[in-house]
């Protein structure tokens, strides 16, 4: 775990918001947090809470009818935010990577693994002859553990925890600095998963970069992270290291979500948040978690509680933190 | 419903294009004297004018009677055809989506064979058989024979998707016997499909009648739309320059297909909401 | 003289067998066709079947050929490039002419361009595949004078199936940009150009193969009448032809010939296809 505080990705005041006929959906409201190098941080929340626009904001491919209204992201001293569209796709993958979501069909179904990577590499301006690329290709498929012969296979052949790997591979072949990992293991078995997260824990060593782990699998969280952010309706409800969210966690809503967490040791009935996730263009006023709330009180729906910090490393966004 | 026709906008002009052709037909038949259809009724190879707004032919024709009678009877074939196109093909889709196994792919492989070999070469040989000339209503006869093949093969992956939804199951699962299914709960939703389906049938089997037109094989004395182009080329019209020959027919040809293309874009539209254009 | 034509006709009915009844003449059909003999041309007495078609095919696997693969290929890289945001915005002023042209049928716009071109401006011939009394040879002023006469009823194929392509392409497009696997192209951080034709084109070209194969058969039969009004010597033409003189041998001959080179050609896409996409395999999972 690091304790130094220099920032490796630094997301300040990001909003971006959706232009729908009925109202505007606000996805990512006023989020600030900062990841250090070699860091895994975790972001968490229901579906609908605005993680994965996050990930599509912080690499600028947020699209129409959706749009950055405002807030900053800097990666190291470059200003992401601020640089022009050919410079930002080359920071994409050589900056920052992404893992994505539902690699079911995160692969082009016409194209051989190796050439996936290859046109990586070749746009982002290397030049490879044929038999370097097919080492290259040898060696990253090597590092997350799929045999030499996958490199010449359709997606189609291979299985979901072969194929997420692979896109793993893709992710880390020009060495990034910071990994976006986007449910990387949704849809996969409960055997494949640790692999997959094996897998990814130990290219992050190998590579010395940070991670963003975004997910809803407290569980999985647990396991992986150093720190863990919660989001909620948009907004970044809490955020602190991981012992301290499972021990004592500070915002209502954190505190529901690991009492949720069905344990070994503590059996009885399950138990879930009542209430259902408010729609993003539809939030009740004040603070958006005031009507499924334990601990709500009059001025919750008054007031929207600012992220404030409750502890050394930690900050929440509550009344009552 | 108006609010609706505005933002549908090709349903609009389809349906404004249909009135139009729906309009010449009645006004027309209430002002102009379709004897004058037949031949040696009237002068020859006269050019447009007040007495003959569409001019004259060779053989004698008001060309304006010609068209007032006969764009009914080339729509009356098409209509004909393409009902019957998709009744059979509908009936078809439905039995072999809905009980599968051996009859699905018996209906499927006829349907696939006769949809790959060029449907105008067969309605040639099948008119070429028949001696003699044909009538409007064998014409028709003749279209329908083929119109079935394109219907039975989109309704049936249509039913074939609609069978896994939810609701079908449920259906099943309280004891609806198959028909009852089929007619209670897969039509209805069909219904905006049937009917995109049956104006695009309509229109192949107007266009494949007067294809079969064209080529001199369809009713000779009828003074249906194709049939006047034939003898547009019989008599080399456009060489000799007799511009008006030609013109209203085919003016009369493309309001058909524009009108019923637009009308099945704008069906299509209501059919499959993901087209709907978002305003 | 009146027993003379009877005996006449007696003699011919022999001849071409129409005197056994027809199970027996099918059966000799299918024996004389396995052996590629379609009979002789009723009409055109001596010549046989095959002979005839053979000169006429030529014509109309050239029509038909490169005006399929033309407006194919232009059509559904225009489609592609309509689908694009990054591709330039004057090219959607080509989408409404395209699309209302291509409800009508070929033949019709065959009519208004001869009529425009041939006739009224007479920048080109009316009608035939080459000008009356010219030699056919492989020389240059005939291969330019063959394809003089080539372009109208080219021009109306083309101009009318280039729409459809287009709109069919422009529609694939959509649906494949919107793949998980379009996102991730991006997130990797590949070219636009890259992304266009590797990711987007390549996929959706697949459905539109199937189109091509399933609306062959179509195409087909719109160019049997552009042939016939413009007299351009292909099979179509020959089948009016024979249409009008009843030549029965003829008519099946052709309509056999069109029927066997459809499923060949349908056959050559079929072959083609796991070639373009490799998750279709014809040999047993």
């Not at chain 1, 992401?80 to 069909?105: C, E, F, T, W, Y």
């Not at chain 1, 055997?191 to 699998?217: F, K, P, S």
């Not at chain 2, 003898?231 to 297909?257: D, E, K, R, S």
Request: aromatic share 10%; proline share 6%.
């Amino acid at each position: 775990m690091s304790q130094s505080n220099s920032a490796l990705l630094r997301v300040a005041g990001l909003r971006v918001a959706y232009d729908h006929p009925l109202g505007t959906v606000r996805a990512v409201d006023d989020v600030s947090f900062t990841l250090r190098p070699h860091e895994r941080f975790g972001l968490a929340g229901e579906s609908g809470s605005g993680k994965s626009t996050m990930s599509l904001a912080i690499l600028r491919m947020i699209k129409p009818p959706g749009h950055i209204d405002g807030g900053e992201v800097w990666l190291e001293d470059t200003p992401v935010s601020k640089l022009s569209p050919d410079a930002v796709r080359r920071l994409r993958l050589a900056g920052i990577a992404m893992v994505p979501q539902g690699s079911m069909n995160s692969l082009n179904p016409v194209v051989r693994i190796r050439d996936q990577i290859g046109d990586a590499i070749a746009d982002h301006g290397t030049r490879l002859s044929r038999r370097d690329l097919a080492a290259r290709v040898r060696t990253l498929l090597g590092q997350v553990g799929l045999p030499p012969e996958t490199a010449s296979k359709y997606p189609h052949e291979l299985s979901g925890g072969m194929k997420q790997r692979a896109c793993i591979a893709i992710a880390i072949c020009l060495r990034p600095k910071v990994i976006i990992a986007d449910e990387p293991t949704s849809a996969l078995d409960v055997v494949v998963q640790r692999q997959v997260m094996e897998t990814l824990g130990r290219v992050q060593a190998d590579l010395g970069a940070a991670v963003i782990l975004v997910g809803h699998d407290m569980g999985l969280m647990a396991q992986f992270v150093d720190r863990l952010g919660i989001m909620y309706a948009g907004r970044l409800v809490e955020v602190a290291p991981i012992d301290q969210i499972i021990t004592a966690p500070r915002h209502p809503y954190t505190r529901l979500l690991i009492d949720s967490l069905p344990s070994l040791e503590r059996k009885g009935g399950l138990r879930g948040i009542p209430g259902l996730a408010p729609l993003l263009r539809d939030l009740p006023p004040g603070c958006a978690f005031h009507p499924r709330c334990p601990r709500a009180e009059a001025r919750c729906s008054i007031d929207k509680p600012e992220v404030r910090q409750v502890a050394p490393d930690a900050t929440a966004a509550c009344h009552f933190a | 419903m108006f609010n609706y026709l505005r933002r549908n906008r090709s349903l609009l002009v389809g349906l404004g294009l249909l009135t139009i052709l729906v309009l010449f037909m009645v006004i027309g038949a209430f002002t102009v004297d379709t004897d004058n259809a037949q031949p040696l009724s009237v002068q020859a190879l006269q050019p447009p004018s007040w007495d003959y707004p569409f001019g004259t032919d060779r053989q004698g024709r008001d060309l304006l009677a010609v068209m007032v009678a006969g764009t009914p009877l080339t729509l009356w074939i098409g209509f004909v055809a393409g009902f019957i196109g998709v009744g059979v093909g509908a009936a078809l889709a439905f039995t072999a989506a809905y009980y599968g196994g051996m009859v699905d792919t018996v209906i499927r492989s006829i349907a696939d064979i006769g949809l790959t070999i060029p449907g105008l070469l067969v309605l040639i040989i099948i008119a070429v058989s028949l001696k003699g000339s044909l009538s409007v209503n064998q014409m028709a006869i003749v279209v329908a024979s083929l119109a079935w093949l394109n219907p039975t093969r989109t309704i049936r992956s249509q039913v074939l998707t609609l069978r896994e939804r939810g609701y079908v199951e449920i259906a099943r699962l309280n004891g609806m016997s198959g028909p009852e299914i089929i007619v209670r709960e897969l039509m209805p939703n069909l219904l905006p499909y049937l009917a995109a389906t049956l104006v695009s049938s309509v229109s192949a089997a107007i266009l494949a009648s007067v294809g079969l037109e064209v080529l001199g094989l369809g009713p000779v004395e009828s003074p249906t739309l194709g049939m006047t182009l034939y003898w547009v080329f019989f008599n080399a019209a456009i060489i000799n320059g007799w511009w008006w020959w030609w013109t209203a027919p085919l003016v009369i040809i493309l309001t058909v297909f524009l009108g019923l293309f637009f009308l099945t874009v704008g069906l299509d539209e209501i059919a499959n909401p993901r087209l709907r254009r978002a305003i | 003289m009146h027993a003379g034509i009877e005996d006449m006709v007696k003699v011919y009915q022999q001849k071409f067998g129409l005197d056994k009844p027809l199970w027996r003449q099918y059966l000799n059909y299918l024996g004389d066709v396995s052996q590629g003999n379609l009979n002789y041309s009723i009409a055109n007495y001596p010549r046989t079947v095959v002979s005839m078609i053979r000169d006429a095919l030529p014509w109309t696997v050239a029509l038909l050929g490169l005006t399929t693969l033309f407006s194919f290929a232009a059509g559904t890289f225009l489609g592609a490039l309509l689908a694009w945001p990054g591709a330039p915005r004057w090219l959607q002023w080509f989408m409404p002419p395209l699309w209302a042209l291509h409800a009508i049928p070929f033949f019709l716009l065959g009519l208004v361009l001869m009529y425009l071109f041939a006739f009224q401006f007479q920048w080109l011939p009316i009608f035939g595949g080459y000008s009356a009394g010219a030699t056919p040879s492989l020389t240059w002023t005939f291969t330019l004078d063959v394809l003089r006469h080539a372009i109208l009823p080219a021009l109306s194929i083309v101009l009318v199936s280039v729409g459809g392509w287009a709109l069919a392409m422009r529609g694939m497009m959509v649906t494949t940009m919107g793949e998980d696997y379009v996102t991730f192209a991006e997130a990797k951080g590949l070219r636009s150009a890259t992304i266009f034709t590797r990711y987007c084109i390549r996929n959706a070209i697949l459905p539109q193969t199937t189109g091509l194969a399933l609306a062959l058969g179509q195409i087909l039969s719109g160019a049997v009448l552009v042939e016939v009004i413009f007299g351009y010597p292909g099979i179509g033409a020959l089948l009016f032809q024979a249409i009008e003189e009843n030549d029965f041998f003829l008519i099946q001959g052709i309509v056999f010939t069109v029927i066997v080179a459809l499923g060949f050609a349908t056959f050559v896409l079929d072959i083609l296809y796991p070639w373009l996409d490799p998750r279709i395999s014809y040999r047993r999972a």
